[in-house]
């Protein structure tokens, strides 16, 4: 559904959509994405396609390409005001960190703030996650370890992170315009922060998470269980996907299949 109420008269939902890319390419001109030469615009411009992929309203979709700009340039929230509308305002505002706090304080409080979000909020904090999973995975893919090293916070901490950020939006798997994308970052979530292992003789998949939320499911059950035990030392690392596979396959011959998290 598009929110039109503040919509300025006159103006289509293509031209507004235009301005706004223009408006996100001014304010991030000469940006890159981290670790990388990359223009930080392709950022923006992909939140938005995740969003739209949502089938998200015109201002939604505005404020995934603006997201950042209060954040990460100069903008202001009147410049926006000027542009746009308030509800464009207020969807940014609602997805912008304070700076001068900590790592942690900043997380620690928009996983509170997310959780009580309303829908559209929560489709804006999406799409930009899945937005950057998506990259990270590919970097990761390529460079290892040696990826974490960009950032402020360790690869435990991210994955405390994102693993919260996947239960605050929880409620979206419930929709059939967001479960897609919902389902999409946790499996990214699952390829870079958790190691899938099969024991090849007792017939276990192993799933150890960065974050210590270990799990096990051994064929025959259709429970995943809490693990802290040993693993033998002949059993395998193996793709997330190959982990899916054995699993669906155990599932199709005893029982429903139920995602293990």
Known sequence: MDNNNNKKPNVSDGELLNRAIKFAVDKHAGQVRKGTNIPYITH???TMTILNAMRADTNLLIAGLLHDTLEDTDTSPNEILKN??????EL???HTEDKTKSWDQRKKYEIKELEQAS????MLVMADKVSNL????????????EFWSRFNA??????WYYSKLIDALVDLQVFDDTAKT????VDLYKDIFVTFIYDQEEKIIYQLDTCGENYYLQKGDTQWHPFDGKIAPHS????????????DNWYLKYGKRERGE
């Open 44 to 46: 923006p411009l992909e």
């Open 84 to 89: 746009f509308n308030k509800d464009v305002v």
């Open 92 to 94: 940014v505002a609602e």
């Open 119 to 122: 829908k559209r909020v929560k």
């Open 134 to 145: 998506r990259n990270m995975f590919l970097d990761y893919c390529e460079l290892g370890d």
């Open 154 to 159: 360790p690869k435990t901490k991210q994955a």
């Open 182 to 185: 919902y389902w999409e970052m």
């Open 236 to 247: 395998l690392v193996i793709p997330r996907s190959e982990a899916e596979r054995l699993e």
